[in-house]
C-alpha cells in the first residue's frame, strides 16, 4: 500500500422522516473517508505521480468500504460522488492528484458499473473541516431526484501535512423527491448523462 | 406507551493506525449510533417527563445491539460512553432521559458492564457537535480507556427534536502511556476499580 493511512472512518446516514412523512424504506447514504500522509506536504513538487497512484488505490478501498457500511450488493449502488480536503501545508492540486486521474477506475469497479462522471468536491482546510461529498447517479448524471450532498467531518483531521479523501456512495435519491427532471426509470445509460 | 418517532439514524466507525506513533498490531475502533427523535416536550414546560424513559428502552438497545455488531460484537467492546444535543425549543433535562435508558441498553447489550456510563449533553442547533465520554466498561478509573468521540448530524437535532448517542470502543487510545490504573489489573468489584 503506498497511502500512509492514520485513519479511516465510515459514515452511514438514514433518512427515516422528512417533513413529517414516513420515508420506508428509509434513504440512505454512506461515506468512507482515510485520513493519509501527504507525501508532497510543505514542497512544491511538480510530479504528482505519488498521489495519482495513492487515488488508484484508495478509490477501490474506500469503495469496498463505503458499500460494506450500507451492506448492499455493490450492483444496487444508486448514486455516488467523491471530495477531499487538503491540510495547510499541501495544495489545491494534491486533491485533483488523487481525485481525477484514477480514483474512478476501481470505484466503478467495485460497483460493476458507472457510467456518469463521479461528482466531486475539494477544499483545503483544518481539523474538522466540513466536507460536502457531492452525490448523483451513477449511470445518468442527468438524474434530477439523485442530485445530493453528504456531510462528512473528522474532528482531528486533517493535520497540516494530511489529506482527507472521502467516498460516498446511496442505495436511494433524495426522500421526496418532486423537482421534475430525468427518472430513473427512464435511465438509457449509453452516455453516463440520460 | 408513547411513540417514539425516528427521522434519522446514523452511524460512525472510526479505524485509527496511528498518530504518529508506532502502529500497534490491530487499530483502535471506536463507533457511534445515533437517533434523532421527535421531542415531545418542546415549547413549554412539561413538569413529569420521566414516562419516556421506558418507551426510549427499546430504541436503545436496538442501538446498543447495532453499535456491538459494529465492532465485531459484545465481546470486543472495552469502552462505552453516552450523549444527548436537544434541539432549541426543549430543554437540558430531556437529555438527561436519555441517562438511563441508553445506560441500561449497552449493559444490557454488553451482558453487565460495571462502571457507570459516562455522558455528555446539551441544548444545541442543527449541526451541533457533542464530544461524548469514553470510559473502561468494567473499571472508570482505566486510565489508557479514557477518550472521547465527536459525533453530530448536519440536520439534526431540529428545534423540536433530540438527538441521542451511544458510542463504544474496542481498546485503549492510540498510543495510550500516561500511567493510570491498568486494563489488565481491573479487580471488577466495584466498577470504579
Given amino acids: ?194 | 406507551m408513547p411513540e417514539i418517532v425516528v427521522r434519522k439514524r446514523l452511524f460512525c466507525v472510526e479505524e485509527i493506525y496511528h498518530e504518529g506513533g508506532p502502529p500497534p498490531a490491530k487499530p483502535y475502533r471506536r463507533a457511534a449510533a445515533l437517533a434523532v427523535i421527535h421531542n415531545p416536550f418542546t415549547g413549554r414546560h412539561v413538569p413529569e417527563i420521566a414516562f419516556l424513559m421506558d418507551a426510549l428502552k427499546p430504541l436503545g438497545i436496538e442501538m446498543a445491539s447495532r453499535l456491538a455488531d459494529l465492532l465485531g460484537g459484545a465481546a470486543m467492546i472495552q469502552g462505552y460512553g453516552k450523549g444527548a444535543i436537544v434541539g432549541a425549543r426543549g430543554e437540558v433535562e430531556h437529555g438527561a432521559l436519555w441517562h438511563v435508558p441508553g445506560g441500561y441498553a449497552m449493559r444490557e447489550v454488553l451482558g453487565g458492564a460495571k462502571a457507570i456510563v459516562p455522558s455528555a449533553k446539551k441544548v444545541g442547533p442543527p449541526g451541533a457537535r457533542l464530544d461524548v465520554p469514553i470510559t473502561h466498561i468494567d473499571a472508570s478509573y482505566v486510565r489508557s480507556h479514557f477518550d472521547a468521540m465527536e459525533v453530530g448530524a448536519s440536520d439534526a437535532p431540529a428545534s423540536d427534536e433530540i438527538l441521542l448517542a451511544l458510542v463504544m470502543t474496542d481498546g485503549p487510545r492510540i498510543h495510550a502511556r500516561v500511567g493510570g490504573l491498568a486494563a489488565n489489573e481491573i479487580k471488577g468489584e466495584d466498577g470504579l476499580r
Avoid: C, W
Fill in chain 1, 1 to 194: 500500500m503506498k497511502a500512509q493511512i492514520r485513519k479511516i472512518a465510515t459514515f452511514v446516514e438514514e433518512t427515516h422522516r422528512e417533513a413529517d412523512r414516513a420515508i420506508d424504506p428509509p434513504t440512505r447514504k454512506a461515506a468512507a473517508v482515510a485520513v493519509i500522509a501527504n507525501p508532497f506536504a510543505g514542497t512544491y513538487t511538480e510530479d504528482l505521480t505519488e498521489l495519482i497512484s495513492i487515488g488508484e488505490e484508495l478509490g477501490q478501498l474506500l469503495a469496498e468500504r463505503a458499500v460494506a457500511a450500507l451492506g448492499i450488493d455493490p450492483a444496487r449502488v444508486e448514486s455516488y460522488g467523491k471530495a477531499a480536503a487538503v491540510g495547510e501545508d499541501g495544495e489545491l492540486e494534491h486533491a485533483a492528484a488523487i481525485l481525477h486521474p484514477r480514483l474512478g477506475a476501481p470505484f466503478r469497479k467495485v460497483l460493476g458499473k458507472g457510467a456518469a462522471l463521479i461528482p466531486s468536491s475539494k477544499k483545503r482546510g483544518g481539523l474538522g473541516a466540513v466536507v460536502d461529498i457531492p452525490l448523483g447517479h451513477k449511470d445518468a448524471a442527468f438524474v434530477r431526484s439523485h442530485f445530493d450532498a453528504m456531510q462528512v467531518q473528522i474532528n482531528d483531521a486533517p493535520r497540516a501535512g494530511e489529506i482527507l479523501v472521502a467516498v460516498a456512495v446511496t442505495d436511494s435519491g433524495r426522500p421526496l423527491p418532486r423537482v421534475g427532471g430525468l427518472t430513473k426509470d427512464e435511465i438509457k445509460g449509453e452516455d453516463g448523462l440520460r
